[in-house]
């Protein structure tokens, strides 16, 4: 994403179409332009795909977009506070989206209950009774009917879910993060522990959340390793370990300024380019073949005069690797007044 000449917002897609098993270059790369589906969208570089649909954030509204058939509806957010998250969820077996509306103002004293709406379903938000005082860090995923985000909870919180360890001193925000699930169809949240911290010895590996072959996972991550847990089993909270050495090529030393965006379908993790680029690079790493493989997708220079963005830098890159197509329309997706 850049800026325009008139500062609008300008999205450039690019869509890798086919890899061959005894390849080690993808064969094509198909870029094309796509505007912003509002002029006062708030992009979020955390922003998810979920079933084909991807949500943005206005001043006074939810912005749900539909990139195949290019259509977009805002809805009202609720009246709950100006610092608001909105996950996007899906449950596959009632073919049901639902978003849900959380503060995030870590003002404990001024705690808001969480708000949920069912589109289509001509209601308006209503109040999740049931949810537990937590705090969402941006970034979210919906798998399986499942939402799962990265949230803080209070000390008095995570001591009713966790034992205490020590006695109550100064503990880091860090002790009291947790991954908490939303299930979109019986609306029931339940906490996560991480599964691991990278230790004082590896403070330079990043952490986040992602999805591999289906399932959650949590990675702790640099350019020459990765650090991978798969959540195995929600509710006995069950992870799968590996840890993957990237091998010694050329093209581990480019990784250094890209961060680890998701993996395929097939296993395969996905470095973009980082933050300030000026070129549009991908590198797949494949830990099986022990290979890595660079696309690029087009020169700074190139998108500025396709496009007609101006000298700023990209703003993100980011890739979203189970994105679907979805043909359903959003026009008949209303809600009632918001409360």
Avoid at 173 to 183: G, T, V, Y
Wanted: aromatic letters at 14%; one cysteine or more.
């Amino acid at each position: 994403m850049a800026k325009d000449d008139q500062q609008k917002q300008v999205f450039c897609i690019f869509c890798i179409l086919s890899f061959h098993e005894n390849s080690t270059n993808y064969s094509d790369v198909n870029h094309f332009h796509i505007m912003h589906p509002t002029k006062d969208c708030q992009y979020d570089y955390y922003n998810a795909s979920v079933n084909g649909l991807v949500t943005f954030k206005t001043e006074t509204g939810i912005v749900i977009w539909n990139p195949t058939i290019k259509e977009h509806i805002t809805l009202p957010q609720p009246k709950i506070s100006k610092h608001v998250r909105c996950f996007l969820g899906y449950d596959p077996k009632e073919n049901t989206y639902k978003i849900l509306s959380i503060d995030f103002c870590k003002t404990w004293e001024k705690y808001q209950k969480h708000k949920i709406l069912t589109l289509g379903s001509q209601e308006s938000w209503r109040v999740i009774t049931n949810s537990p005082d937590h705090y969402p860090r941006r970034g979210y995923y919906c798998i399986n009917g499942v939402v799962y985000y990265r949230a803080y909870i209070t000390y008095e919180e995570y001591h009713k879910i966790y034992p205490p360890f020590i006695k109550e001193i100064e503990l880091d925000m860090r002790l009291n993060e947790i991954i908490m699930s939303f299930d979109v169809r019986s609306e029931q949240f339940k906490s996560i522990e991480l599964p691991a911290r990278a230790n004082q010895y590896e403070s330079k590996l990043d952490e986040s959340l992602m999805t591999y072959q289906g399932k959650l996972a949590w990675v702790c991550y640099n350019s020459n390793m990765i650090k991978l847990w798969v959540l195995q089993d929600l509710e006995k909270q069950e992870w799968s370990k590996n840890e993957f050495v990237l091998p010694n090529l050329p093209q581990r030393d480019l990784l250094g300024s890209a961060k680890l965006s998701g993996a395929t379908s097939t296993g395969e993790f996905i470095y973009v380019s980082g933050k300030y680029f000026k070129d549009i690079s991908v590198f797949y790493y494949d830990p099986v073949r022990e290979t890595i493989t660079s696309v690029n997708g087009l020169e700074y220079e190139k998108f500025r005069s396709c496009y007609g963005s101006n000298n700023d830098e990209m703003a993100c890159l980011r890739s979203y690797p189970n994105h679907i197509e979805n043909l359903m329309s959003l026009r008949n997706i209303m809600c009632s007044p918001i409360v």
